[in-house]
């Protein structure tokens, strides 16, 4: 994919967009969110997305650069075993997803990432991510790597303490990141965004 250049009056169209789209910007240092009228919270200068290949549910190699081909991919991280807000947020994705029109959710890819590794294989987080929207793309991977992928996202990964079941706590952070066509990270959302809101700042993301 192409690289976006530098210079404001040269962005790629969708980081053009977002940019365009959000009003009453305050100016902030690098990786530093602005105040717009979309949901999401518009980064000035982007997120840098690193595209170091992690694994996909049918086993094949998967980097959030070469293979998220779309105008705009949804990007979140977290595992199958997450009691609570991973379960919120992807039923958000997948009922924003549902409020989009065909030609919208045609452009649009959602990424499921898990932080927990050891228990989510292939097969895991494929069945993970085909419960929610058979659309939706389920990866894992080696945890360095993950952790590496995440980290210039805004994302922090760790693994926490021992539960008493026997089980362990994964911290991480629960932002849903977009990645734009040319390989830039422009917007995030907070794990509380409302289905509705993210449906329409994908339908504006998308339309300018």
């Not at 999401?40 to 959030?64: E, R």
């Not at 807000?85 to 919208?104: F, G, P, Y």
């Not at 040319?182 to 339908?203: F, G, K, R, T």
């Amino acid at each position: 994919m192409r690289r976006a250049s530098g210079v404001r009056d040269r962005l790629p169209p969708l980081a053009a967009a977002v940019l365009a789209a959000a009003v009453l910007l305050t100016s902030c240092s690098s990786g530093t969110e602005e105040t717009g009228e979309l949901a999401g919270n518009v980064l000035d200068p982007p997120f840098t997305v690193d595209g170091t290949p992690l694994v996909a549910d049918d086993g094949s190699p998967y980097s959030l650069t070469e293979d998220t081909d779309k105008p705009l991919t949804l990007v979140f991280f977290g595992y199958t075993n997450c009691p609570d807000i991973c379960q919120q947020v992807m039923s958000t994705l997948a009922l924003a997803k549902n409020r989009l029109a065909e030609a919208d959710a045609e452009r649009l890819d959602v990424v499921f990432v898990t932080t927990d590794p050891a228990r989510d294989d292939e097969e895991a987080v494929g069945h993970y991510a085909d419960q929610y929207d058979e659309s939706f793309i389920g990866v894992t991977g080696e945890l360095d790597t993950i952790v590496d992928v995440a980290e210039p996202l805004g994302i922090a990964v760790e693994k926490g303490k021992k539960l008493p079941s026997g089980g362990y706590e994964v911290t991480h952070g629960t932002q849903v990141v977009g990645i734009d066509g040319s390989d830039q990270a422009p917007i995030y959302w907070n794990a509380d965004v409302s289905q509705a809101e993210l449906a329409a700042d994908i339908h504006t993301l998308l339309d300018d």
